[in-house]
């Protein structure tokens, strides 16, 4: 069974895992800091070796769903970590985008003739549509966020799912 490091008798023995002043070091923050790095490590492997490339997004991912549930777990949600998310999950979306059109582009002399379409009419008819996907995902997140700010007030999160939303 799990023990609660909130509820524990010497949980001052624990610091590291309760709230504290050094806000760059909550363990919600160094799994931000480790996702970034999977992310970079991922971007970097993106044209050359797409295993590797896919294994490090796919830690990035992991670590994305850890440091929100570690966050409220151990009572360390912060400013700092909502910007670190907010901000690494665009980047990570714009970072994958790059790599896709990038992989794309690199195939399409090879084969793009093949189907009897000009490569430079893909090309374009695919940067329309991967732009319009990092558009799309950071307008979403904006309007979701701003709009949670609206209905439950200044000093909540559009994470909160404490409360009961109609929508």
Not at 108 to 114: E, F, I, K, M
């Amino acid at each position: 069974m799990a023990r609660d490091i909130r509820s524990d008798a010497d949980a001052s023995t624990f610091w590291f895992f309760r709230r504290h002043s050094r806000v760059h070091l909550f363990v919600p923050n160094l799994i931000g800091y480790a996702r970034i790095l999977c992310a970079l490590g991922a971007f970097s492997f993106g044209m050359t070796s797409p295993g590797y490339m896919i294994a490090l997004y796919f830690l990035s991912f992991a670590c994305d769903e850890l440091d929100g549930r570690f966050a409220r777990m151990l009572g360390q949600q912060s400013t700092l970590g909502a910007v670190l998310d907010m901000v690494t999950d665009r980047v990570a979306t714009c970072g994958l985008v790059t790599v896709l059109f990038g992989r794309i582009t690199a195939v399409l002399p090879q084969h793009g003739d093949a189907m009897g379409i000009s490569v430079d009419h893909i090309r374009v008819g695919t940067t329309v549509v991967l732009i319009g996907l990092v558009f799309l995902d950071v307008f979403s997140h904006w309007f979701h966020m701003y709009a949670s700010l609206a209905q439950k007030g200044l000093g909540s999160s559009h994470k909160d799912t404490s409360k009961k939303d109609t929508w």
